[in-house]
């Protein structure tokens, strides 16, 4: 075989072999070509299809967006939504309590605390709300005193609230000046502000981190 080769007079054929090694290399550099590419454009279909996901997702947020932005503008000014409206909540008894002829209302609101799981009513594993704790005592004249000051607070004050207590009393001893007052009524309520989760998306489109 080696003898054979030797007897072969190349340089008849060097244009031969010089085209046979331009079509390796043509071939070589295709098939290099193609992978390149190939790899390419499935980076470029991921892609598409990612941003594509994304698009119908960005639609249907705006769709329920649009459905819902009346209620949420409701639910955002009468205090479910947002910051807990402490003050309003305090400035709600008093008011009411001067309506009603309390004469005597007084509270303790707590500071408020992300609500937990098999403990709050209101706890949702994908929605952030906050709880407050108030204990309100009060003087009464009659027991329907309490119930109009609930239902007042419930109507008038910018948040949602449930009772956890409430106790009334007769107080055992008294004198001329409490008379009519010697009845009390102590509750504790828990008050709810749903986290309004599109406050992060305002502030960095605004700038505001």
């Known amino acids: 075989m080696f003898e054979l080769l030797q007897q072969i007079q190349w340089r008849h054929y060097t244009f031969t072999l010089v085209r046979l090694a331009a079509s ?15 790899k390419y454009l499935s980076n470029a279909k991921l892609s598409y299809d990612s941003l594509q996901f994304t698009t119908d997702e960005s639609e249907e947020y705006l769709a329920l967006l649009e459905e819902n932005h009346e209620t949420y503008l409701d639910l955002l000014a009468r205090g479910y939504v947002g910051t ?26 707590e500071g408020s605390q992300y609500t937990e799981q098999n403990v709050d009513p209101f706890w949702h ?15 009464l004249t009659h027991e329907v005193d309490l119930y109009r000051l609930l ?8 948040g949602m609230f449930s009772v956890e207590s409430c ?40 700038g505001d981190l």
């Open 24 to 38: 390796i290399f043509l071939l070589v550099a295709a098939i290099w070509f193609y992978v390149v590419n190939d």
């Open 84 to 109: 807990p409206r402490r003050l309003q909540w305090l400035e709600s008894l008093r008011r009411l309590s001067l309506e009603h002829d309390i004469p005597g209302v007084e509270f303790t609101l």
């Open 125 to 139: 594993p994908e929605i952030r709300m906050r709880a407050s704790d108030m204990i309100i005592n009060l003087q």
């Open 151 to 158: 239902t007042g607070l419930r109507a008038q004050a910018q």
């Open 167 to 206: 106790r009334l009393r007769w107080l055992e001893s008294f004198s001329e000046d409490i008379a009519l007052n010697r009845f009390r009524g102590d509750c504790q309520l828990k008050w709810f502000t749903l986290e309004d989760s599109t406050h992060h998306s305002r502030s960095f489109a605004s």
